[in-house]
């Protein structure tokens, strides 16, 4: 094995560790949860996703930067990314949430097919994947407003057939 190959190896090694790293950081994060005298305890999501990507959109750091503030200008930008990292964990735990409700509705329903459940996989993976590509994008300084917007959406929807199925699931049973 020649040397540039252990050196490339070594290289891809730390990178990969480094990402695993950040990975199982992420997860230790607890999210700040909102509290509502009315509600319990819950993560809401879809009413702050304007302020995130506005937060997270480039004019107000082009401003600063054109003003001569690029210290001030780097460091709002760390403290945005940190909120919007806070506000995919907690999409995240919003996530989670929805599917233990899943995986209970499913336990009481007798007519679930195979292909809901292939769904709920499907699903599960997708949500993942794309939380862990915003996350490192986020982490890497790329403000991934789209991407934001997509995840969010596809845990409203979520929440939506959940609704959905636990008032189809009343009808049947009452």
């Known amino acids: 094995m020649s040397y540039s190959v252990a050196v490339f190896a070594s290289i891809g090694l730390l990178l990969l560790l ?5 990975v199982f950081s992420a997860m ?17 999501h879809i009413s702050k996703l304007p ?6 959109s480039d004019a107000d750091f082009i401003y600063l930067n054109e003003r001569g503030y690029p210290a001030l200008a780097k460091r ?31 336990s009481l329903s007798p007519n679930l097919a195979m292909a809901q459940e ?8 997708e949500f993942w994947y794309r939380y862990y590509l915003i996350y490192f994008r986020l982490v890497s300084g790329i403000a991934p407003l ?25 009808e049947q049973v009452g």
Do not use: H
Not at 118 to 125: A, E, F, I, K, M
Not at 149 to 170: K, P, Q
């Open 118 to 125: 292939v769904q709920g996989v499907r699903l599960n993976l």
């Open 146 to 170: 789209q991407a934001i917007g997509s995840l969010s959406n596809m845990v409203s929807a979520l929440t939506i057939r959940m609704e959905t199925a636990i008032s189809e699931f009343g």
């Open 51 to 56: 302020q995130i990507k506005q937060a997270l």
């Open 76 to 106: 709002i930008q760390k403290e945005r990314r940190r909120i919007a990292l806070n506000y995919l964990t907690c999409l995240r735990v919003e996530f989670e949430k929805l599917l233990r409700l899943a995986r209970l509705v499913a």
């Open 18 to 22: 480094a990402m695993a790293w950040l």
């Open 28 to 44: 230790r994060r607890q999210p700040r949860v909102i509290r509502d005298e009315n509600r319990e305890s819950e993560c809401i």
